[in-house]
């Protein structure tokens, strides 16, 4: 059987028109935006949205404002041919594909500058600037889009905290749903950039998700929040990885925990191998 055709759109007015035209006939649209690469954690995003939409677009930017410049961009793997067979054999309905002038045109001049959640102590420690070209592209892609719903994964905990706080901040009206998170065999989150990994350190990477898990059972099994975030932190770096943090957090707010009667915990981790930085986290309970 082969798959439906997909539409790609380069302008921001045919998107909007096709996006208008399928409300107009009473069907509803959901929005998945991604940089590429794509894997099966993007496809599942596509799928989730079935249950709450009837048209699915992804878009497809790889959004210079949220890198800095000793990061990925240029290096940051694009393979455009290959995501359009997989959201087509996905059955998704649209691929919005700006080139940069598109989105950033001669003149562009406004920032978004998110605070709350976009200055938890996590990411924004070792990535100062990065949400707020994060919250600038979404912004413009949900004010472009129009959709009734946006899905992003859960991956990105912190990013997706920071979306939904700008999303009501500026009344941008689509509901954003949060998608747990796609794993391989051996636990190692579903990440565009898991490319660059070794063979060596692919063996290696899983360790995240180990200690995260066990942590979490740890804590919901009644162990001291401080004690098992310290020790998780030491096995990761006896592992071989550089850590950055490994938090107990709030799993809305993203405020600092100290014991489960605080709320909901999120545990978070980033931790470098080699050139890598791998980001992950896990809920306790
Ligand atoms: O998570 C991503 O892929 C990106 O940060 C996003 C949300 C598509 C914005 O460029």
Redesign the pocket.
């Known amino acids: 059987m082969s798959a439906k055709p997909i539409i790609v759109f380069k302008k921001i007015s045919d998107m909007r028109r096709a996006v208008a035209q399928w409300r107009a006939a009473g069907e509803s649209v959901a929005l998945i935006?991604?940089?590429g690469a794509l894997h099966a954690g993007h496809v599942s995003l596509v799928e989730a949205s079935r249950a709450h939409a009837r048209r699915a677009v992804v878009?497809i930017?790889v959004?210079p404002t949220?890198f800095a410049p000793n990061e990925d961009f240029s290096a940051y793997p694009r393979t455009f041919e290959a995501d359009l067979a997989k959201l087509a054999d996905a059955g998704c309905d649209g691929c919005f594909a700006p080139a940069p002038a598109e989105m950033y045109p001669h003149g562009f001049s406004t920032k978004v500058i998110p605070r709350g959640p976009a200055l938890a102590g996590l990411e924004d420690r070792f990535r100062p600037d990065h949400f707020a070209g994060?919250a600038q592209?979404?912004a413009k892609?949900l004010n472009q889009a129009q959709a009734d719903c946006t899905f992003?994964?859960e991956k990105?905990f912190q990013?997706l905290a920071v979306?939904r706080r700008m999303a009501a901040d500026l009344d941008i009206p689509t509901r954003i749903f949060g998608v747990a998170t796609l794993r391989e065999a051996d636990g190692l989150a579903m990440s565009s950039r898991n490319v660059y990994l070794s063979a060596e350190e692919r063996a290696q990477a899983a360790t995240l998700s180990r200690v995260l898990r066990e942590s979490a059972e740890k804590i919901a099994a009644g162990a001291a929040v401080g004690d098992v975030t310290a020790r998780a932190g030491r096995e990761i770096e006896a592992a071989g990885f550089v850590l950055d943090y490994f938090e107990a957090r709030h799993a809305e707010s993203l405020a600092p925990v100290a014991s489960r009667a605080e709320g909901p915990i999120r545990l978070l981790v980033a931790a470098r191998l080699g050139r890598i930085r791998l980001i992950d986290n896990w809920a306790v309970g």
Do not use: A, K
């Open positions: 935006p991604t940089m878009s930017f959004n949220q994060v592209v979404v892609l992003f994964g990105d990013q979306i």
